[in-house]
């Protein structure tokens, strides 16, 4: 490592600044330039720094674009199935009650393929984190609409926009099982801004907290953008979500400390 | 010693505990035994039957087409399995309920008329153990002694109480059973 | 030793799994072999041994709980019948694919579709040849009693962990359903975490510093690795075929005609053997008890000495195709199957012997 650098007299702990964790494997990731993937994988590999439980935190990630997760997370990882990571995850979780265990998944696989066990998992109150990451489309095979993408919105299998009539209406799933009494903690947040990437940082500290507790499902979505799936470049792409994205899907705490909140 | 046996009837009327009762003597004397109950919708309400073997060797097929004894106990089952008796077995029958008796002159038919006298002496519940005693007049191929140790095992411990009862209608059923055709 | 009990065979394989110290079962109800989930559910073995049993949301979770406890190294088991099984090819697919131990139990229905509740052996293909997608196999026992139910839940892990692959019990609805005497085993404790980890180097339960992360998949972009992983599946399966075969004879010494069967057709053709013996036909039975790794050298040696075969089956002909491709075609070897829930009788398969080998 020491020989990467020009300069290795100013590498003293005075100088820090900013330091990646080291349950970031170095290496590049698989995601495109801009998209959001690579913040929450990085705060979510803060948070466990931070807790100090990578040696107990087993992690599940999905078949979508994140589907290679498990080569950037230096934790102990399981690839799923398209759709049943909370069944996986209900398994390790039961198996292993004292270990931290959470899903990692995009919206086609949890919230299409993987609806029954998104919603069994939450109705049974399994006691893990389900990391939801949000972007209205199909990534990782070129695009295809989701089951969030908005009404209007053009992706390669609705390429004159969703058509609800035809392609029925984007499902707010995160809301959906916030109504199970199963979820104890339910929010959603998004990371295209520093502020936005600090309260998704403080969103996963507070879900795996919670899992100490064993009160229920602790979820958290993450409203992405995702650059090459809507054609548009980085920057356009976070504006276009801020603009589309968050009316349909608004941001902020939706069940707290097993209670709904109510947004005035 | 190896002793076919199908018992049929109604579900309700305790076919397949009969025959796990008979089973599980068996297994306490030390033999071979298997018990293949017909399974699914038919058993709510409809038909019901069991196989059950008893042996002092491994036995082969859990599943047969011709019995040394058929116990029967409704006209359904009448009508299914009278023919399936092995020519010199043995017929067991309850009356009740039956409007076709048994017509073969080539095997061993006794009645018992269980159900009747069942109701009579209010021990319904206990109907099937009549038959089971009528049937171990005939065919002692299990201990009286091994029928209470079978019942002990087969009954969950809450219902240890009712073993008297039950070993009481064996024996009704022993003076209850009846010859019709005697080869 | 053990304990002597007249059980179901769906009662007798849960009773033995509390016993092996399975750690969890995940199943979803289906006739005909409900049972299983219901016996644990009444003994509560959670409370006891610390076994999970979980009632999942379908057959395509359940197996993915596999996925997931097999995945930390835990010993884990799940039961069906045929659709049930059908919906868990893909998962038992990544379990083959990422080398993970577990234990499937198929009580065999009549098909296809919905089809029927009462007992078949119309998914020999698809337990034995590999129902699921990509190239591989799993172990598959084929218990003719329910002390064999009770015996092959221990075997089936045992060989499962050892190999680092999916075992299955495949039976049938009528051994499920029936009771027959078994001798239990002595309860053997569950493993604890840390024996876990010990026997486990490769699973996923959380990564000490000591060693890099564990990866459990069966994903590898790159052709040229997972052309690797198949050729050490293959490899897998060449070592199982040479250790794992089992199979019973009886009475082939002096057989001119051999039934081929295996399950509860092995029993209906013992009484059918029995028959036969009686009018002076000389029969023998051959049962395989693994049907994958399939006994095909024995079966090859004893179709040099014999006139003729006859396979029995639940089904349209499906492991004759595997007896002809071990003996080859120098005696006749027919067929003889019943269908849909329908058992043959002995007579028949007697008739059968006469009819297609012995007059044909």
């Known amino acids: 490592m020491e020989e990467k650098f020009a300069h290795p007299e100013l590498r003293k702990p005075e100088h820090l600044v900013y330091k990646t964790t080291d349950l970031m494997v170095d290496c590049p990731l698989s995601y495109c330039p801009g998209c959001g993937h690579g ?19 087993i992690g599940v990630n999905p078949v979508g674009c994140s589907v290679l997760a498990y080569d950037f997370m230096n934790i102990d990882m399981l690839g799923a199935a398209h759709g049943r990571a909370p069944a996986v995850a209900t398994a390790i979780k039961r198996l292993w009650p004292d ?14 393929i993987g609806t029954a066990e998104t919603i069994h998992a939450c109705n049974r109150g399994e006691n893990f984190t389900i990391i939801f990451i949000n972007n209205g489309i199909y990534g990782m095979t070129g695009g295809q609409m989701a ?37 104890y903690y339910v929010t959603r947040q998004s990371v295209q801004t520093p502020s936005a990437v600090r309260k998704t940082k403080k969103a996963l500290r507070k879900a795996f907290d919670l899992q100490d507790q064993k009160k229920g499902i602790s979820f958290v979505e993450v409203v992405s953008n995702c650059n090459s799936g809507w054609k548009m470049t980085p920057v356009q792409s976070n504006i276009w979500m801020e603009e589309n994205m968050f009316p349909v899907y608004p941001l902020g705490d939706i069940k707290v400390d097993g209670e709904l909140v109510t947004r005035s | ?16 505990s009969m025959g796990k009762i008979l089973a599980y003597s068996g297994v306490m004397q030390n033999q071979e035994v298997s018990w293949m109950p017909s399974y699914g919708p038919e058993m709510r ?106 019942l002990e095992k087969s009954l969950p411990s809450r219902h240890h109480k009712l073993i008297p009862e039950n070993e009481k209608a064996i024996t009704i059923g022993q003076d209850l059973i009846q010859p019709v055709h005697v080869l | 030793m053990g304990e002597l009990r007249l059980m179901k065979g769906n009662e007798a394989v849960a009773e033995a799994a509390i016993r092996a110290g399975c750690d969890g079962y995940f199943g979803y109800p289906i006739t005909p072999q409900s049972e299983v989930m219901e016996y644990l559910m009444v003994e509560r073995p959670y409370e006891t041994s610390g076994m999970v049993v979980l009632q999942a949301e379908s057959e395509v979770a359940a197996i993915n709980m596999l996925y ?48 029927t509740i009462q007992p078949s052996q119309a998914d020999y293909f698809q337990a034995v040849k590999g129902g699921g997608h990509g190239d591989y196999h ?58 876990v980890v010990a026997r486990c180097p490769w699973a996923s339960n959380g990564r000490p510093m000591s060693r890099g992360h564990n990866i459990i998949t069966s994903l590898d972009l790159d052709p040229a690795g997972q052309e690797r992983l198949n050729l050490v599946l293959q490899e897998k399966y060449r070592e199982i075929e040479e250790t794992e075969v089992r199979f019973e004879m009886i009475d082939c010494e002096d057989a001119e005609y051999i039934f081929v069967a295996f399950g509860l057709s092995a029993r209906i053709c013992q009484k059918a053997m029995q028959l036969a013996r009686n009018k002076g036909i000389k029969v023998g039975l051959f049962r395989p008890i693994t049907v994958f790794p399939f006994p095909k050298n024995e079966i090859r040696e004893l179709g040099l000495k014999v006139k003729g075969m006859l396979v029995v089956e639940m089904n349209a002909g499906q492991m004759i195709e595997d007896v002809q491709l071990s003996v080859g075609c120098n005696i006749p070897i027919k067929h003889y199957g019943r269908f849909g829930g329908i058992i043959p009788t002995p007579d028949e398969v007697l008739k059968a012997l006469e009819e297609k080998i012995i007059g044909g």
């Open chain 1, 39 to 57: 913040v929450v994988h990085r705060m979510l590999m803060e948070v466990l720094e931070e807790k100090e439980i990578a040696s107990k935190t």
């Open chain 1, 99 to 112: 270990h931290y265990v959470f899903t990692y998944q995009g919206d086609g696989d949890l919230a299409a």
């Open chain 1, 147 to 183: 089951p969030t993408t908005l009404p209007g919105m053009r992706t390669s299998t609705s390429p004159y926009g969703r058509d609800i009539e035809i392609m029925g209406h984007p499902l707010k799933i995160t809301e959906l099982i916030a109504q199970l009494p199963g979820t």
């Open chain 2, 1 to 16: 010693m190896t002793e076919e046996i199908i018992i049929a009837g109604f579900g309700g009327q305790g076919v397949l």
């Open chain 2, 45 to 150: 309400g409809g038909t019901a039957n069991v196989t059950v073997i008893v042996s002092d060797e491994r036995i082969s097929s859990p599943i047969l087409n011709k019995f040394d004894t058929a116990i029967i106990l409704n006209q359904q089952s009448m009508d299914k399995f009278e023919n399936a008796v092995k020519p010199g077995g043995l017929l067991i029958y309850d009356p009740n309920g039956i409007t076709r008796h048994p017509e073969r002159k080539d095997i061993n038919i006794y009645s018992i008329a269980a159900a009747d006298e069942a109701s009579k002496i209010g021990l319904s519940k206990v109907f099937n153990m009549m038959v089971l005693g009528g049937f171990l007049k005939l065919k002692p191929i299990v201990q009286l002694e091994n029928i209470r140790k079978g």
């Open chain 3, 68 to 115: 997931g406890g097999a995945g930390t190294g835990k010993m884990v088991m799940t039961s069906s019948s045929s659709p049930g099984v059908s919906l868990m090819q893909e998962g038992i697919s990544y379990l083959a694919g990422a080398e993970l131990p577990a234990l499937i139990v198929n009580i065999v229905r009549g098909g296809p579709g919905l089809g």
């Open chain 3, 138 to 195: 799993m172990i598959v026992y084929a218990p003719a009693s329910v002390q064999e139910m009770a015996d092959f839940v221990q075997i089936g892990f045992d060989v499962a962990f050892k190999y680092r692959t999916p075992v299955m019990i495949l039976s049938d609805g009528a051994i499920g359903q029936m009771m027959e005497k078994v001798y239990l085993a002595d309860p053997v404790a569950r493993l604890t975490d840390e024996e």
